[in-house]
């Protein structure tokens, strides 16, 4: 009688020239999946900076490079649409964020953001939720810059606490945070308190400058009758 190997070794085979095949494409989405962060963070300093126009111009690459991704690789396979390019577009979707708060002075919503992206596929409402709560550190970032003009960065910073207490407060109403984003709230509420913090300083300066100016006043008052 015949005697059959313990071992197919032939679908052994195909099985190992599969793993070779994903592997190379998982290696492929790794490698573009940075050039997409390294595009939103360009974006996010161009923001910083007030450069809309190159701003715009590493948004339009990241799109690029993501459709690109998508169609070749993710689109057929949910293993590589997961996990590093899932998080190059929260990079992505941070940067779009950021780029709305900065211009428009608004926070996008899910539906708002796909519409501005420029991808051909669906964001995942993980990827949002990730983007906007990162979000809240450039926020906070620019609402320390804008302390240094005093009065004048007042409304800005206002503005800064809005839109962070507005992430926070539609985060905190959620039952479940998907994938590891519960990490990112405690952080998410250290920079709503550093925002509130610099309000408070803002407004006992502002008291300070007051009251000196009324002391001065008072101080100068008897001098004047003297003179009289």
Known sequence: RSHRPAIDLEQLAALWTAYDAFDSQREQVMKRSRDIIKAAKNAI???????????????????????????????????????????????????????????????????????????EFSLLLSEYLGGVMDLTGEVGRLAIRRASQGKEGKETIELCLACVEAVYDGVSELPYLPGGLGKKMSPLKQTMGKIEQVLYELALLSQGVKRQLNLGSAEDSPDRESET
Not at 48 to 59: C, K, N, V
Not at 68 to 77: E, I, M, P, R, W
Not at 79 to 105: I, K, V
């Open 45 to 119: 300093y161009a923001l910083q900076r007030e450069d809309w126009q190159r701003a715009d111009s590493q948004l339009e690459l990241c799109s690029k490079e993501a459709n690109q991704v998508y169609q070749n690789f993710a689109a057929d396979s949910p293993e590589l649409r997961l996990g590093f390019f899932s998080s190059a577009l929260e990079e992505m979707a941070e940067a779009l964020s950021y780029r709305a708060f900065r211009t428009d002075r608004k926070l996008l919503g899910l539906h708002e953001m796909q519409e501005v992206s420029g991808l």
